[in-house]
């Protein structure tokens, strides 16, 4: 089965950015989607952003579009996020997924129940 690895994550500050990296591996298909969801300290996890493989198209949670942007080296397998102006709230060990299947609707999964393969997380720290 497919494995994701993330890397990237670390401690900033406000206001800097960070790129995370999620390499897959051993993958026999394409997946139609891949995704960051994150999860804070006592709380739910939650969607971040996800991008589609067939065209490249993206979809973003509300507080992170405009300063996250999601991308993909297909050569390489790899899927990044790209963070920008990160605020202590973004705070959370993030996660890359695979999404096998689109859903109902908008095709892009938002519940983690959704998701068929998991990276293991990169935390990301941000300081006031």
């Known amino acids: 089965q497919v494995q994701l690895v993330e890397s990237g994550g670390g401690l900033v500050q406000a206001g800097d950015s960070l790129r995370l990296s999620c390499a897959a591996s051993?993958?026999?298909?394409?997946?139609?989607?891949t995704g960051w969801l994150r999860q804070a300290t006592g709380n739910e996890r939650e969607f971040v952003a996800a991008?589609?493989?067939?065209?490249?198209?993206?979809f973003y949670s509300a507080s992170v579009e405009g300063r996250f942007t999601i991308s993909r080296d297909n050569a390489k397998d790899t899927v990044y996020l790209d963070m920008n102006s990160l605020k202590p709230e973004d705070t959370a060990v993030y996660y890359c997924?695979?999404?096998?299947?689109?859903?109902?609707?908008?095709?892009?999964?938002?519940?983690?129940?959704?998701?068929?393969?998991w990276g293991q997380g990169t935390r990301v720290t941000v300081s006031s």
């Open positions: 991008i589609k493989h067939s065209d490249g198209g993206t």
């Open positions: 051993n993958r026999t298909f394409r997946s139609f989607a």
């Open positions: 997924a695979d999404q096998l299947v689109p859903v109902t609707g908008r095709g892009y999964a938002i519940g983690e129940k959704q998701y068929n393969y």
